[in-house]
């Protein structure tokens, strides 16, 4: 009621007298006048919450939905009547001269092992990405002789065989559920790394 | 889970695009500067470079932002589009 009123009369001051708007506000308040008491509590509830990044980037950011994030229930989820955690896993380290694939049971028992070097490259042909399509080659025949095309992969390491062998996994067919990513990066060890190198 | 390495940095594919998943757990780990900080600490990074480096780091950010606010407000327009649906 009485906001109504104060409005009401406000409106027939405008109308009759014809003050400017400035000298209008100062004759009446109809909101709440601003705090005389300053202090920095009350300034810091007011402020907007830190942003830790923990919400991240949308999915949608990276154009195609092609890959969702592993949850609660992903462990137990079947994958060809398997689940999650008891996939066999598929272990490809990309080194700079090397690339190595590796099979492993759910229960840490070797399966096979194949390498660059087990294709016939030597030396400096090991660090090419023709050895590691030949190596990953190998690895899918492998994995369709023990009859096991269902795998998770565990890339480690960046070298020239990083991409070349995922390729190679989807030309052949391998059902691949996940890739996980367990490169260092951020170092965490001791060691001193070698030293720079000379310019 | 039981093992944390599937926790993070972990995609699972859909429809069997292998490939495509791939790139995309690339483009988010090279966002998150991961291929960077791989590459750098290969080698030693002496204090004094590393010291460099940040300082560096500091500028640029602040004259990126600064660019950035100039160029918006250049470009800034408040008119129809002349051809819709041009890009």
């Known amino acids: 009621m009485l906001f109504k009123s104060l409005y009401f009369i406000r409106c027939q001051i405008s109308n009759n007298l014809r003050l400017p708007c400035s000298l209008q506000q100062q004759f009446f308040h109809t909101a709440k006048p601003l705090a005389h008491k300053w202090s920095l509590s009350e300034y810091r509830k007011g402020a907007p919450r830190r942003d830790d990044g923990t919400a991240g980037l949308p999915v949608d950011f990276y154009g195609e939905k092609v890959i969702d994030y592993p949850s609660v229930d992903t462990p137990t989820t079947l994958f060809n009547g398997i689940p999650y955690e008891s996939l066999p896993r598929l272990s490809i380290t990309c080194t700079k001269n090397n690339t190595k694939l590796s099979l492993w049971d759910s229960k840490n028992t070797p399966m096979g092992k194949k390498s660059c070097y087990t294709e016939g490259f030597k030396g400096s042909k090991k660090g090419t990405t023709v050895a590691a399509q030949a190596a990953a080659l190998a690895m899918c025949k492998l994995l369709k002789l023990l009859d096991t095309t269902t795998v998770k992969v565990i890339m480690r390491g960046l070298g020239p065989g990083r991409m070349p062998s995922i390729q190679v996994l989807e030309k052949q067919g391998i059902n691949v559920v996940s890739i996980t990513d367990t490169t260092d990066y951020v170092v965490t060890k001791t060691a001193r790394p070698k030293k720079a190198r000379r310019t | ?87």
């Open chain 2, 1 to 87: 889970m039981r093992h944390i390495k599937f926790l993070g940095r972990t995609v699972l594919v859909k429809d069997g695009k292998i490939e495509a998943a791939f790139k995309i757990m690339n483009r988010v780990l090279a966002s998150e500067g991961c291929f960077e900080n791989f590459r750098r600490n290969q080698r030693y990074e002496k204090p004094y470079l590393a010291r460099r480096r940040f300082n560096f780091e500091r500028c640029k950010a602040i004259y990126e932002e600064d660019m950035a606010r100039k160029i918006s407000f250049i470009m800034r327009k408040n008119r129809v589009e002349p051809y819709p649906g041009r890009t």
